[in-house]
């Protein structure tokens, strides 16, 4: 799946002098004893050297990797543990739950029925599901559209909602747009199973699975494979904000058939299928889709900066570049797990990795790595140094920050660097901050300052203001890519507002009445859902950290963009408290625990 649940916090110690501790798996100790493969080559040793300081310092509990050219595999191997506790290292047997990967295999079944004369892809969805719950009252849904991330649908988690009456509500014309959407290839497994007369599982066992021999494969994730699938791991606290070095605790059994991300493999199959998309939909014993199936896949037909500056989207996987070379690549998140898969169609190599960890990020740098190394041994070139890893406590401008803060009534922060690490004095404690992404910034002492993000806000100099778009809530407008940031003027913490002596803006701000009733902690018991948190912020109500835009009423559009099709609504307001936060789709109840 391709949901975006940043990690964000860092293991420590409690108490006033807490400082930086070890991770939870990663001791000294236990890397020491991490699992790792035998490495026969120099190419091998490289891989290996890099994964092994990867792995410690994404706090990744173990990975498993496949590498393969056209022809054959040329590795496959774990890394880590399978089972912390056990100390269970990871081996090529174990399945892992690949997410969004999964998105590639729906198209090719619909590319198969596509040559077998069953399916147009540029006809209206509805022609084949009349009965589905969406109103596309900005134009008609293609099949295309669905593959391409392009209908306009919002990124709901099913079809299905909990009321019966409700309706999935487009937000753009079809095509407009590239809008990642999970509930578009959830709809593509159901048109699927419709034309093949089998459950999506049967379907893709049979279409694909079968085909490649890739035996070990399941098409649906069920308490049934538990035993044979590594343990995945999740944040301990999902109510917080959670650094890269945070506590992790095994996740709980997840069932799913889903198929925008229902998959879950071993390193083995993985390089099989990997395989086929390298000969260009070619198999072992056959073709599974026609050539020009297999260049419909492959076509860049959208730009999808959500993968990288220069990816678009082809059909169910992205079409990028790579040192010049045509690349398809992906990734897929979990609850816990986290996968990427790198094919370089003009190398002729391809990788795949997956970690049994959900921290926001795949392991993309190591399939990318992966594939460098490869290439670089297959044409007798010198192997390519690895790529550096970031410390998320170092920052370059990290004196941008520093100084004091003050709100309207005294309160201070007060921020203070070292070299080019990030610290804040409160509370009796020196707290490193990490780097989170843009202005921001999270606490990395467990339970303090673990609520929300420190973002902040710099004044914007007078190009940039003609340029973009007006400040955010946070204060930190957008400035143009040529044009130099403006001071740090001010930082937020959740509703609390804090400005420097730089300051000159606006200071006090007019809020909607009925924004009180809004404002909260809600929680969904889905694995998905977690912890929501609403709060008003000069103004402006604020999501997690995100501004909300409010379209009318209680209802509210979730991301900057006017065409945004994601939303959230405050339902059953009772005794001046909203009691509910739908999420596109997902409900969420307020909770009054702190």
């Not at 589905?132 to 079809?159: E, M, Q, R, Y």
């Not at 198999?283 to 990816?311: C, D, N, W, Y």
């Not at 998905?528 to 835009?549: C, E, F, S």
């Not at 789709?585 to 625990?593: E, H, P």
Request: aromatic share 10%.
């Amino acid at each position: 799946m391709s949901i975006e649940r940043m990690s964000r916090r860092l293991f420590l110690t409690r108490g006033a002098d807490a400082a930086l501790a070890t991770p939870l798996f990663w001791t000294a100790a236990m890397r020491a004893a991490m699992p790792q493969p035998a490495a026969a080559t120099p190419l091998e040793k490289d891989l290996d050297g890099y994964i092994a300081g990867y792995l410690t310092a994404m706090n990744a509990p173990g990975m498993t990797l496949a590498l393969t050219d056209s022809s054959k595999t040329q590795r496959t191997a774990g890394y880590g543990f399978a089972d912390v506790d056990k100390r269970i290292a990871v081996n090529e047997r174990h399945l892992f739950q690949i997410g969004s990967i999964t998105k590639s295999f729906v198209a090719l079944v619909l590319l198969q029925m596509r040559d077998e004369d069953k399916l147009d892809l540029h006809a209206e969805i509805l022609d084949y599901l009349p009965q589905l719950p969406i109103d596309a009252h900005f134009g008609p849904i293609t099949i295309h559209h669905l593959l391409t991330h392009t209908s306009g649908l919002p990124d709901n988690l099913g079809v299905f909602l909990g009321d019966a009456d409700a309706r999935i509500v487009q937000g753009f014309r079809p095509g407009e747009h590239f809008h990642y959407c999970n509930t578009g290839f959830d709809i593509l497994g159901l048109l699927a199973e419709k034309l093949d007369g089998r459950p999506w599982r049967e379907c893709v066992r049979a279409r694909i699975f079968t085909p490649l021999e890739m035996t070990e494969t399941l098409g649906v994730i069920s308490t049934a494979s538990r035993g044979r699938t590594a343990i995945g791991y999740q944040a301990f606290w999902d109510d917080q904000v959670y650094p890269r070095q945070g506590r992790l605790s095994p996740a709980p059994n997840l069932v799913m058939d889903n198929s925008a991300g229902c998959i879950a493999s071993t390193p083995g199959d993985m390089a099989r299928y990997a395989r086929m998309l390298l000969n260009h939909g070619q198999g072992p014993h056959g073709r599974i889709v026609s050539e020009q199936s297999f260049a419909l896949m492959s076509t860049p037909h959208i730009k999808a900066p959500e993968f990288s500056e220069t990816a678009s989207y082809g059909y169910g996987i992205a079409v990028d570049t790579l040192d010049g070379h045509k690349i398809l690549r992906h990734t897929g998140g979990m609850i816990a797990f986290a996968s990427s898969i790198h094919v370089d169609l003009d190398g002729g190599m391809a990788a795949f990795a997956s970690i049994n960890a959900m921290q926001g990020y795949r392991p993309t740098a190591v399939t990318e790595y992966a594939v460098r190394l490869l290439r670089a041994e297959r044409e007798s070139k010198t192997l390519p140094a690895a790529p550096a890893i970031a410390n998320p406590l170092e920052r370059d401008n990290a004196a941008d920050y520093a100084g004091p803060f003050t709100d309207g009534n005294g309160r201070k922060l007060e921020f203070a660097v070292e070299g080019k690490q990030l610290f804040l004095t409160a509370e009796g404690k020196r707290i490193p901050l990490q780097h989170a992404h843009g202005d921001n910034f999270i606490s990395t002492i467990e339970s303090v300052f673990a609520d929300h993000t420190f973002i902040f806000g710099r004044a914007q100099t007078e190009t940039a203001k003609s340029e973009t778009q007006p400040a955010s809530a946070s204060g930190a407008g957008n400035v143009g890519s040529h044009e130099k940031p403006g001071p740090v003027v001010e930082v937020s913490y959740g509703s609390d507002w804090y400005v420097n002596a730089k300051y000159s803006g606006q200071g006090s701000f007019t809020t909607p009445k009925e924004y009180g009733a809004f404002a909260g902690r809600y929680r969904s018991e889905s694995a998905w859902g977690g912890d929501a948190l609403a709060y008003v912020l000069k103004g402006q109500l604020l999501l997690n950290g995100n501004t909300l835009h409010r379209i009318g009423g209680s209802l509210f559009r979730l991301g900057d963009e006017e065409w945004m099709p994601d939303t959230a609504e405050f339902l059953c307001v009772f005794e001046g408290k909203a009691r509910i936060l739908r999420i596109t789709g997902m409900d969420f109840w307020r909770v009054d625990i702190d």
